[in-house]
């Protein structure tokens, strides 16, 4: 899987994507993660100035992110790929299609390459999303600075769909039964005079029994 990222903002992903097992699947070539920053597609002025940004129609705050240099970045990114057919572009927005574990397995079905567009700033001029036929993503009802962390949310949970990129598949969430309660060591953890045990059926050995308390205990 190869993922395409449009943001001016590039050295975001560095930390996070170079390290656990992001980083290892990258090192495996399982997966590839390019990035194309808008600014890049902007011929300079004398002073070095080059506005990805502009005021918006119609009024209103804030400024809004030019169509021009993102129809560049997009066009540059589609460049590097052969199969036309088999790529997805994702826009980002609170009121877009709610992401899940079942878009990312699909993700991984259906597409060779994902071209995600971060936007800034106020968002992106409409015409985008009508020139490349884009779908619209939300991972969650509120509001984010960019389109940076959404992007890495994605990457993240389609690249762990990858065979290959988790140390046992049985690891995956989804493919086991699971609990938001997990315990390990020590059994009883004493903390101000008060005594915290691992619940005894986790200790029994009866599989039986633990699997029905991790399905009571999602």
Known sequence: MRFHVITIF?????SYMNESIIGRAKEKKLIDIKFYNPRDFIRAPKNNYRPVDDRPYGGGPGMVMRVEPLIKAIEKSLSK?????????????????????????????????I?????????????????????????????????????????????????GVLGKFESLEEERISSSEVYTRPEVLKYKNKNYKVPKVLLSGNHKDIEEWKKTNK
């Open 10 to 14: 590039p050295d975001i992903f560095d």
């Open 81 to 113: 790929i052969k199969d036309k057919k088999r790529v997805k572009i994702i826009n980002f927005s609170p009121s877009g299609k709610k992401f899940t574990t079942e878009y990312a397995k699909n993700s991984v079905k259906k597409y060779t390459d």
């Open 115 to 163: 071209i995600f567009i971060c936007g800034r700033y106020e968002g992106i001029d409409a015409r985008i999303d009508k020139i490349f036929k884009t779908e619209n993503i939300s991972i969650g009802d509120y509001v984010l600075t960019g389109g940076e962390l959404p992007a890495m949310v994605l990457i993240d949970s389609i690249s762990r769909q990858i065979k």
